[in-house]
């Protein structure tokens, strides 16, 4: 039987967490009883430099209970540097980890269909938002236009999948090969590979306190996650110079016509020419130049040119 480990990040959580860790281990003892998951699984929360009472309580936990753990981080280093530090720490004791939010938005119930998937043979398992309805109209439109832009900008992710996941030890090794500062788990985990399936889950509301998540933090999260995966923005410019470019050469007939027409000031037919095709070669020049920091970006990223699954 499999050895699971549930990894919560935790960041102020001192409202959602008594009632979080009741339902979650409820859930982990009825599994192991099920013979599902090995008895040596265990609920691990990272605490992401809380300001209230969460590492307490999470101590408290720990004390009282074996199928608790916890993971304290040196201060607030945000929602995926803190899910990160739980998967890497779990790795040396689980076979399988699921990560979830701490205030179960996420069905807790799709765990067993998760470790169904597992037990296929399924590496990662992704858990996908079924429909919204509990978000604000607000919440499921700036979320859902982040997705599809996404998928516009050429990243890799699965639509409406937030951090819900199930990653194997093989898959969790693979991820361990990412070394990048900005970390963006949504887009990495889909560039590790592996077998992997998708399971749906009616996301909740939050059942107490607020959501960490306020839209200043949502912005630069979806802004690092676009920075972190395309270099199609860079592209755009190369593209914009060309486009200048051809405009000036229109321009530049018509502004010839204009003068021979002789409806025109002297000077101004130069001035018109040479305004817009500088502006083209201008842009174009700093596409080019985009070209080889987007060279650079990618090699400073180090990410593996390969993962191996396995050899035979
Ligand atoms: N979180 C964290 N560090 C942060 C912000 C959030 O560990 O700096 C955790 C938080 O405790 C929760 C998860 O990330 O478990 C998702 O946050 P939240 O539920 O507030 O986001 P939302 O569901 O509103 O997008
Ligand atoms: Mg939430």
Redesign the pocket.
């Known amino acids: 039987m499999p050895i699971l480990y549930l990894v919560?990040?935790?960041?102020?959580?001192e409202e959602v967490l008594p009632e979080t860790s009741r339902e979650l281990k409820e859930k982990l003892t009825q599994l192991i009883k099920t013979n599902k998951i090995s008895k040596n699984s265990k609920i691990m929360f990272?605490n992401?430099g809380s300001k209230d009472k969460t590492w307490d309580i999470i101590k408290d936990l720990t004390e009282k209970d074996k199928i608790f753990r916890g993971v304290k981080l040196s201060r607030?280093k945000?929602?995926q540097n803190?899910?990160l530090a739980g998967l890497m720490t779990s790795i040396e004791y689980a076979d399988i980890t699921i990560s979830m939010?701490?205030?179960l938005?996420d069905d807790i119930n799709v765990i067993d269909e998760m470790l169904e998937k597992y037990e296929e043979g399924y590496e990662v398992v992704y858990g996908v938002r079924s429909s919204r309805k509990k978000d604000t109209f607000f919440k499921r439109f700036t979320a859902e236009s982040f997705y599809k832009l996404m998928k516009f900008l050429g990243v890799d992710i699965v639509y409406n999948h937030?951090d819900c996941r199930l990653m194997s030890k093989k898959a969790l090794a693979g991820l361990k090969e990412y070394q990048e500062v900005n970390l963006f788990l949504r887009g990495i985990v889909p560039q590790i590979g592996f077998k992997n399936t998708v399971v749906y889950y009616e996301r909740q509301a939050?059942f107490a306190g607020e959501?960490?998540?306020p839209l200043k933090?949502m912005l630069s999260f979806a802004f690092d996650g676009i920075t972190s995966f395309s270099i199609k923005p860079l592209r755009m410019i190369l593209g914009l110079g060309f486009l200048i470019l051809f405009v000036s050469i229109i321009i530049m007939i018509y502004s010839l016509v204009v003068k021979i027409l002789g409806n025109t000031v002297p000077g101004w037919t130069f001035i018109v020419i040479s305004i817009w095709f500088i502006g083209g070669l201008q842009m174009i020049s700093i596409g080019v130049i985009g070209e080889y920091i987007g060279k650079v970006y990618y090699e400073t990223k180090a990410r593996p040119r390969y993962i191996i699954e396995e050899i035979i």
């Open positions: 919560i990040p935790c960041y102020n959580e990272v992401d607030n945000g929602h803190a899910l939010d701490a205030d938005q937030a939050r959501s960490k998540y933090k």
